[in-house]
T-cell receptor, first 113, second 116 residues
């Protein structure tokens, strides 16, 4: 079975500061990893994904994530936070059989002006 | 550009009542799934389908039934509602039978269900 752990249910950053949201995964097979974002009263939207190949993945809105197999991590970063980045972020993994996507518990990002 | 459509948006049920949450997609996606979202627990997979006539259980299937008679529709049935089923329910679809393999999950806007 696969799983993800997101460290920190709430993260606050100042506008313009670095955003770092942490995700560690567990999978018995090479994983596919994802970050999704959820704005209030909406469904989730894909930010970025890692399947194979380059371990540094760039997504929308200036976000990127690096797949580190040795650390079983897939942390999400953005160099400079914007007020519009305030949302809830979910890390997700699909593994054996690639038919179930397992989500983490989410991290709410607050951006302080 | 409808994407994934969920109805209703809000629903209040009494304990023991049954109901069906509707999900329809117009993108010809093979894969469809249902999640529930609860505070502090993220999204948990209830049931999923990799094509018409094929369904399977996810992480929390008890108390829910699904069927997939067409590619477009994937209704979720609550057989006898319980307060523990108070949640926000999301339907999600993907082009590939291997979920999110080459295309992302597309989510509906959710159904907020309260069971009293």
């Amino acid at each position: 079975a696969q799983s993800v752990t997101q460290l920190g249910s709430h993260v606050s950053v100042s506008e313009g500061a670095l955003v770092l949201l942490r995700c560690n995964y567990s999978s018995s097979v090479p994983p596919y990893l994802f970050w999704y974002v959820q704005y209030p009263n909406q469904g989730l939207q894909l930010l970025l994904k890692y399947t194979t190949g380059a371990t540094l993945v760039k997504g929308i809105n200036g976000f990127e994530a690096e797949f580190k197999k040795s650390e079983t991590s897939f942390h999400l970063t953005k160099p400079s936070a914007h007020m519009s980045d305030a949302a809830e972020y979910f890390c997700a993994v699909t593994g054996s059989g690639y038919q179930k996507v397992t989500f983490g518990t989410g991290t709410k990002l607050q951006v302080i002006p | 550009n409808a994407g994934v459509t969920q109805t209703p948006k809000f629903q209040v049920l009494k304990t023991g009542q049954s109901m069906t949450l509707q999900c329809a997609q117009d993108m010809n996606h093979e894969y469809m799934s249902w999640y529930r979202q609860d505070p502090g627990m993220g999204l948990r997979l209830i049931h999923y389908s990799v094509g018409a006539g094929i369904t399977d259980q996810g992480e929390v299937p008890n108390g829910y039934n699904v069927s997939r008679s067409t590619t477009e529709d994937f209704p979720l049935r609550l057989l006898s509602a319980a307060p523990s089923q108070t949640s926000v329910y999301f339907c999600a679809s993907s082009y590939s039978r291997r979920a999110a393999y080459n295309s992302p999950l597309h989510f509906g806007n959710g159904t907020r269900l309260t069971v009293t």
